[in-house]
Nanobody, 118 residues
């Protein structure tokens, strides 16, 4: 059974930092591109960042220079370091795993809420 379990969300003031983590189980971690997506109230889910097994990363323009995605293939974890947070970063953040060649093998975590507010 595949499980992606996020942690690290919470309330933070504008300009602050948070670190999200996602622990994956039930998959061969190195066979998956890992990612973070987010969904703000009333909006569609959007890509935040992805990271391939070899470490290549991709970021949404809105978070470039502020967020950093990383993964630990030995621990089956992926993290998102979020700095200089803005109110518009408020959303539920979801961990995602996508098989590198099997497009139907896509898994999601349940999400963790990040609220940026003073």
């Amino acid at each position: 059974q595949v499980q992606l379990v996020e942690s690290g969300g919470g309330l933070v003031q504008p300009g602050g930092s948070l670190r999200l983590s996602c622990a994956a189980s039930g998959i061969i971690f190195s066979f998956y591109t890992m990612g973070w997506y987010r969904q703000a109230p009333g909006k569609q889910r959007e890509l935040v960042a992805t990271i391939r097994s070899g470490g290549n990363t991709n970021y949404a323009d809105s978070v470039k220079g502020r967020f950093t995605i990383s993964r630990d293939n030995a621990q089956n974890t992926v993290s998102l370091q979020m700095n200089s947070l803005k109110p518009e970063d408020t959303a539920v953040y979801f961990c995602n795993a996508r098989h590198i060649s099997m497009n139907t093998m896509v898994y999601w975590g349940k999400g963790t809420l990040v609220t940026v507010s003073s």
